[in-house]
């Protein structure tokens, strides 16, 4: 038998083989995360009709007579670049801008992806649209540890932030040193107690002689007034004291202990050029707030999970890791654009995103497919090349057995 109808058929095969690749690419064009893949051919065994001789004396050395018997796919790679980005708006997208792959988990087994499309569950699982648990670090009252093992980041929607009792009261602005002995000054300062209740505590600032005012508060058990002095250039200079107490009657922590802060306060005038008198503004802020529960959560560019609470306040609720690997070609596909590792992609190297090359996350977008459509149809055109080739030699083949056939009639 011809060895030509062999190496045709071996060709045909793989040309097929190598057009099913290409299939799969083009129907994967819009896939999210979807990482194109290459075929490349070998030859196979060549059959030896001479061997290679050593020249010898006046004869010179032969080189060896072989003859091929065909092709076959030596590898089916891809493509790990990083695909374009497409803006979704929802906070718990997210694309890899890197080399890293999203941790997945069906509570036995551990599966990798580049596809960042993220929900909630019911129970507050964040999971991927298989249902699989995505891994991570959840966080401790806003801490997380990324030494310890990953878990399935899960965040009840019901999440409530507890209140926290106001500490201090900082005071900032400008106090006239226009302002003539006995002006006042009001300002309000919002405190809250350990059960989150508000309470406004009433102050007022009165000029006492040069450079210098006293702050009092009638709402205040304890600790006023408290005389503040400034510099000649209009700087803070010294306050005669800062802890205050506030009495409270609805059952929280009695009394509310405050530290009043009054550094940020100047005593700035106009300049010379200037007949405008300066006019006195102050503000107070306070570091305690309300009870507030979860509206919703972003995925920053590290990976933390923030959660935005209806109290105004924010806190990191976890982090999501990510995997890396010496050879991520070497990774097995599963399906569902998952990924298992393999004897040759190594094992996983598990980080924070933005270390070691995993690359950091852009939230709000997903990563397309990196599929390049004119690339694929033109190994289109030279795959159905090839096949008509190898046809050709089948059917030139057949003719010529079919030739010496007709030479015993």
Do not use: C
């Amino acid at each position: 038998m011809m060895r030509s109808l062999f190496s045709g058929v071996s060709g045909l095969t793989n040309m097929q083989t190598g057009m099913d690749v290409i299939g799969n690419n083009i129907a994967n064009v819009n896939t999210v995360g979807y990482k194109t893949a290459t075929t490349t051919f070998q030859d196979v065994l060549s059959q030896t009709l001479e061997s290679a001789t050593s020249g010898n004396g006046s004869i010179g050395g032969t080189n060896p007579v072989q003859i091929g018997l065909g092709m076959g796919i030596a590898s089916v790679n891809s493509d790990f670049s990083t695909g374009s980005a497409e803006s979704t708006g929802s906070g718990t997208d997210s694309l890899i801008q890197g080399s890293g792959f999203y941790i997945l988990s069906d509570g036995s087994d551990q599966y990798y992806t580049r596809n960042g499309s993220f929900t909630f569950d019911a129970n507050g699982n964040l999971v991927a649209s298989n249902g699989y648990k995505v891994m991570g670090w959840p966080a401790t009252n806003g801490t997380v540890n990324t030494n310890a093992a990953v878990q399935s980041l899960q965040i009840p929607m019901n999440s409530m932030m507890a209140a926290k009792a106001s500490t201090t009261g900082t005071y900032t602005g400008n106090l006239s040193p226009d302002s003539a002995t006995g002006a006042t000054v009001s300002a309000d300062l919002t405190a809250y107690d350990s059960l989150g209740a508000a309470h406004t505590i009433a102050g007022t600032f009165t000029k006492t002689a040069s450079n210098t005012w006293s702050f009092s508060s009638s709402d205040l058990a304890s600790g006023s007034p408290i005389t503040i002095t400034f510099n000649s250039d209009g700087s803070f200079n010294t306050q005669s004291g800062s802890a205050v107490t506030y009495t409270t009657t609805n059952g929280s922590t009695n009394p509310l202990n405050l530290t009043l802060d009054f550094s940020a306060l100047t005593q700035y005038g106009t300049s010379t050029s200037s007949s405008t008198s300066t006019s006195s503004s102050i503000t107070a802020a306070n570091d305690g707030y309300s009870a507030g529960t979860l509206k919703s959560e972003t995925i920053g560019s590290d990976g933390i999970i923030t959660g935005a609470f209806s109290n105004g306040q924010k806190q990191t609720l976890g982090q999501i890791a990510l995997a890396a690997f010496n050879n991520p070609e070497g990774l097995t596909k599963n399906g569902d654009s998952l990924y298992t590792s393999s004897n040759n992609s190594g094992k996983a190297q598990i980080t924070q995103p933005g270390s070691g090359g995993t690359g950091a996350l852009l939230s709000g977008n997903l990563e397309m497919s990196n599929v390049n459509l004119a690339d694929e149809f033109s190994k289109m055109i030279i795959m159905e090349r090839g096949f008509q080739a190898n046809s050709k030699i089948i059917t030139t083949s057949d003719e010529m057995l079919q030739d010496l056939t007709n030479l015993k009639r």
